[in-house]
């Protein structure tokens, strides 16, 4: 399926925690939701990232919103990641990808030349109506976190920035060069 964009309603869900409790997305009606998708449980990217939300959990919440993590891993692997690293959000076990593959973020990957079918890790920012608010499609770890919540508080990454456009060096003329060589003015 394709990646809900800004605007789309944001497919529902009933999924089991890592405590086997059931979560749905009607649970946070009123409330944002951030949503993030990642590929396994207790691998380095993931775990950074994991750890990147725990640590701005609370920052998080004061903002006004809730935070799930999505994986295909099961309940169990969820309980024991979640307890080793002290996370204090829900990680939803998606063992079949329905959730992954609702999102849009069900795909082929490519490893080592090798391609499978995988998680593609992104973020989805879902609003108090139930209303995808923002996209972070192919999430880089580093500084995702930073991000969504600037973009809870309404900050510079609120919304998504055009690209740069680079303007070339000025380039000195060939006399002024010669003349600097030379200790003399042009």
């Known amino acids: ?25 009607s649970q946070f009606k009123g409330r944002h939701v951030v949503l993030y998708f990642y590929p396994k449980d207790a691998t380095p ?30 309940v169990a692997s969820h309980q024991k990641f979640a307890t080793k690293q002290g996370l204090p959000f829900s990680l939803l076990a998606d063992p079949d ?7 849009g973020v069900w795909g082929e990957k490519s490893l080592y030349g090798r391609k499978f079918m995988g998680l593609i890790r992104a973020t989805f920012l879902i609003g108090p109506d139930g209303k995808v608010v923002r996209v972070w499609p192919k999430v880089k770890v580093a500084g995702h976190v930073a991000e969504v919540l600037s973009t809870l508080q309404g900050g510079p990454a609120a919304e998504p920035k055009p690209a740069a456009v680079k303007k070339p060096a000025a380039k000195k003329a060939p006399a002024a060069k010669s003349a600097a060589r030379k200790g003399t003015r042009a």
């Open 1 to 25: 399926m394709p990646m809900p964009q800004a605007g789309d309603k944001a497919p529902g869900f009933s999924l089991p925690d890592q405590s086997g409790a059931t979560v749905s997305l």
């Open 45 to 74: 990217g993931c775990t950074t990232e994991a750890c990147d939300f725990r640590d701005e959990h609370s920052a998080l919440v004061k903002a006004g919103a809730v935070v799930l993590g999505v994986s295909p891993d099961s």
């Open 97 to 103: 990808h329905a959730l992954a593959d609702a999102y």
